[in-house]
Nanobody
Framework: QLAESGGGLVQAGDSLRLSCAVSGGSFRDYSVAWFRQAPGNERMFVATITKNGQTSYARSVKGRFTISRDNAKNMVYLQMNGLEPDDTANYYC??????????????????WGQGTQVTVSS
């Protein structure tokens, strides 16, 4: 199971840190990603961290967002700096077993959280 937290309403330029608590299974064996979905849009890749710690980012967030994991706590984080109104979306944490290489497409992730809303006002 995955459970996101940390969303909220912020102003442009602010920062937020999203958290994803992962339970069940051996967390170290899973690659985890963040996706986001704005109303009327499809779910889009944001960032991923493989089980080996390799990170990848969508072009739109690279340099502003940082994904990290704490294997001791079974947690994944998404630090979001310099937030922009276009970052407004529901953010989802997703996991897939294994994965030594980054995967950017939602259907490859079998486990999903319920999402946390991030709203950035201008």
């Amino acid at each position: 199971q995955l459970a996101e937290s940390g969303g909220g309403l912020v102003q442009a330029g602010d920062s937020l840190r999203l958290s994803c608590a992962v339970s069940g299974g051996s967390f170290r064996d899973y690659s985890v990603a963040w996706f986001r979905q704005a109303p009327g849009n499809e779910r889009m890749f944001v960032a991923t961290i493989t089980k080996n710690g390799q990170t990848s980012y969508a072009r739109s967030v690279k340099g502003r967002f940082t994904i990290s994991r704490d294997n001791a706590k079974n947690m994944v984080y998404l630090q979001m700096n310099g937030l922009e109104p276009d970052d407004t979306a529901n953010y989802y944490c997703a996991a897939r077993y294994g994965g030594n290489m980054a995967v950017f497409t939602a259907p490859n992730y079998g486990y999903w959280g319920q999402g946390t809303q991030v709203t950035v006002s201008s």
